[in-house]
């Protein structure tokens, strides 16, 4: 199994004109992105193929960048019809302004010793001027080195473009083997403290006022922004202080749709709330630090699992009261969302051993899929080899019965 990881390296030594290329790739390379959502918006029949690809007629960009805009949309619209299937919302077409997500067809990253030179980073871009690439000097960030410092990790030739003056890169890391020995953590993620562990530990209390200073902010202002980075930023850093050395697995529970639907207790005032409240950053991250230790990630089912008695099993919603959990039938008191981690930790370690052989059955098929992507492109490059071969003896043939008339006719004349 191999995951990558996103750095982003600075642009701020870029002149002005190669960035005014830049900003004139990027802005070609919105519009036809939204050029082929009108159209799939219109026309769902049409998808990735070459028919559908050179309707985009008024560009400034290779058939390349068109296939590849092509698939950025293809990809936009699926993605945004499948969100509002899942919400259960009439869909709405969407408009690109985000980042031109290339690959090895349009961008080479060349890695230089560390402090060999001042600029130890290039990126070679394919732009809007066929045959005149464009070379944009770096340097290589602590956060590069540190993964390229794993074992076996490599550099991905491709970069995600946007807007000011950071570009992202992608480092390939083979995961490590899934830890054997430790014990599954159970993770109950909150609304006012972010963390709380089946051992009773909680994190990132701090998190409450932060989410209210998000809620506060104006929408679409510069301080709305701000908090929503510190948010994230918290989000983050707390995820990283479990004891992931310690542990084989960690079980959280799915809250996807959460803060959806029509139920009791959930007015207008409990979304306005809970509108800063990021789950699913939390389980990305929690996925993210599971796979780089060697720990089995394993989502779990959220409902009833801070309102079931621990003690006696007894279910109920008034047995949970904010933060206090009281057991009506048999008195049992503790924290709510303790009470929540532990019973995720529970369902996890019965869901351990299925998710674990999934995971093997998940390795076994990347494995394979990875030889007969090698597989393909070898017997690409034979047939391409075995091509450019022919044309070339075709080429030797001709210039040899070209040159043996040429003979012939001179000796005619003399």
């Not at 210039?399 to 040429?406: D, G, I, K, Y």
């Amino acid at each position: 199994m191999i995951f990558q990881r996103a750095v982003k390296v600075s642009l701020a030594d870029v002149g002005i004109r190669d960035r005014r290329r830049l900003a004139a790739l990027l802005e070609a390379y919105r519009g036809a992105v939204n050029f082929f959502i009108r159209l799939l918006w219109k026309d769902p029949q049409a998808g990735f193929n070459t028919a559908t690809s050179k309707r985009l007629v008024r560009t400034r960009l290779s058939s390349r960048y068109r296939d590849q805009a092509l698939k950025q949309a293809v990809e936009t619209v699926k993605g945004t019809r499948k969100s509002a299937q899942a919400l259960g919302v009439k869909p709405g077409r969407p408009v690109f302004r985000g980042q031109a997500i290339l690959d090895a067809k349009f961008a080479k990253v060349l890695l230089k010793p560390p402090r060999s030179e001042e600029h130890d980073l290039e990126i070679r871009l394919a732009c809007l001027h066929k045959g005149h690439p464009l070379t944009l000097k770096s340097k290589r960030t602590a956060v590069l080195n540190r993964w390229l410092a794993c074992p076996g990790a490599t550099i991905v030739h491709g970069c995600s473009l946007g807007d000011g003056d950071l570009l992202s890169l992608w480092v390939s890391i083979p995961a490590p083997p899934k830890r054997e020995a430790g014990e599954v953590l159970g993770v109950d993620v909150g609304v006012t403290k972010l963390l709380a562990t089946s051992a009773g530990v909680f994190h990132g209390r701090e998190f409450r006022a932060v989410r209210d200073k998000v809620k506060r902010r104006r929408p679409g202002s510069k301080g709305r922004r701000r908090a929503r980075r510190e948010r994230d930023q918290l989000i983050c850093e707390t995820t990283k202080h479990l004891p992931w050395d310690r542990i084989r697995a960690v079980a959280f529970e799915d809250l996807s749709g959460i803060k959806f639907g029509k139920r009791r207790g959930r007015g207008r005032r409990f979304r306005r709330a809970m509108a800063p409240w990021r789950p699913p950053k939390v389980a990305q991250r929690l996925t993210c630090l599971a796979q780089e230790h060697g720990v089995l990630e394993i989502s779990v089912p959220a409902r009833g699992n801070s309102t079931t008695c621990l003690e006696c099993g007894y279910w109920s919603r008034k047995n949970r009261r904010g933060c206090l959990f009281r057991c009506l039938q048999c008195g049992h008191e503790a924290d709510a969302d303790t009470v929540g981690a532990i019973a995720s930790k529970r369902l996890g370690e019965q869901l351990l051993p299925d998710r674990l052989e999934a995971w093997r059955d998940a390795c076994r098929r990347d494995k394979a899929q990875r030889e007969q992507r090698t597989e393909r492109a070898r017997r690409r490059g034979l047939a391409l080899a075995a091509k450019r071969r022919a044309q070339r003896e075709a080429q030797e043939a001709a210039a040899a019965e070209a040159a043996a008339l040429e003979e012939v006719s001179a000796k005619r004349r003399t």
